[in-house]
């Protein structure tokens, strides 16, 4: 699709709560925003969407061309994505199924759409289906309803150290699928592998991780500096635990292009070293900052007028 289709398609799309005519009339179909691999800009990509209990997919075929799209290109790299569908927005975490797994999904796209069996036959590519997994913090284990910073601060923490569990037990069923990791004799067939949805949560989780940090070193903790005083003692220890956290961060990122292949001791030692270093700082900042945040309306209000 060109440029001016795209954008046109996308504006309908906005203006119609998510119906589109034309080619896609009585379509399913959504909005994907990706960040740009090398320039950091938003792309948003209108795209034929399929349902898979309470994910969504989609394809990356450009219609069978000879490269994948761009969009799949950016959500390696960025595995945080944002989703319109219908009048919904939300996050996600995209996610590419591999191996038979891929084959299962692909087959059910094909059922519903069978010009995408057309577009597998065009290339040698194998059409990668990426799985739109929600990444929004579950509402059963935060505040409903947003007032504060302090709820604001819960809502993210919470969220991080769900997406950490999720990784730590992901990695723990990877490695245990691993030739020679199960017991001799146990004739249980390997699970299916796990690689490249480890690398999305875990990239997912880390580049969160960085955006959180950066945030509160940039502009929360100076403000809080600023107007409370009594707190420097506290920031200034914040701060250093974010560079230990940060330098972990950057141990696994590393591992991540690897996973199929990385030491499993090396990969858990580094997990369980960020669950460490992560939880005792995250106890640490709602314990001295929350009483504070706690008074601070978010999202916050129009400035006073002078």
């Known amino acids: 699709m060109t440029l001016s289709f795209n954008r046109s398609v996308i504006e309908e799309f906005r203006a119609r709560g998510g119906k589109v005519g034309g080619p896609f009339e ?35 075929s450009a219609a069978g061309a000879p490269r994948h799209p761009d969009w799949y290109h950016n959500l390696l790299a960025h595995p945080l994505v944002r989703v319109e569908f219908g009048t919904e927005e939300f996050s996600a975490v995209a996610v590419p199924a591999e191996g038979a797994h891929r084959d299962r999904l692909f087959a059910q796209v094909v059922d519903a759409a069978p010009g995408f069996a057309d577009y597998q036959a065009r290339t040698v590519r194998t059409l990668p289906v990426v799985m739109l997994e929600r990444s929004e913090p579950d509402p059963d284990e935060t505040p409903r309803e947003i007032t504060n ?18 990784v730590r037990a992901e990695a723990d069923a990877h490695f245990a ?31 969160s991780l960085t955006f959180h940090h950066t945030s509160e070193d940039e502009h929360a903790f100076p403000s809080l500096d600023a107007h409370h005083p009594h707190l420097r003692a506290a920031l200034d220890r914040l701060r250093a635990e974010h560079r230990t956290v940060g330098r972990i961060k950057d141990e696994l990122v590393g591992l991540l292009g690897s996973i199929g292949t990385t030491d499993p001791h090396r990969f858990r030692s580094e997990l369980e070293r960020m669950s460490t270093e992560l939880t005792a700082h995250l106890d640490y900042e709602e314990e001295s900052l929350i009483p504070v945040l706690a008074e601070i309306p978010f999202p916050p209000g129009p400035p006073n007028p002078s």
Do not use: N, Y
């Open 177 to 207: 699928a691993r030739p020679g990791a199960a017991a001799e004799g146990s004739g249980a067939p390997p699970a299916p592998a796990l690689g490249l949805q480890i690398r999305q949560h875990c990239l997912a989780f880390c580049q």
């Open 26 to 60: 009585g379509s399913d179909l959504l909005l994907l925003t990706t960040t740009g691999t090398t320039s950091g800009r938003e792309h948003t990509t209108p795209l034929a969407c399929f349902r898979d209990g309470d994910r969504l997919l989609v394809v990356a």
């Open 149 to 166: 910073l302090a709820d604001k601060l819960i809502e993210v923490h919470t969220w991080l150290r769900a997406q950490l569990r999720q």
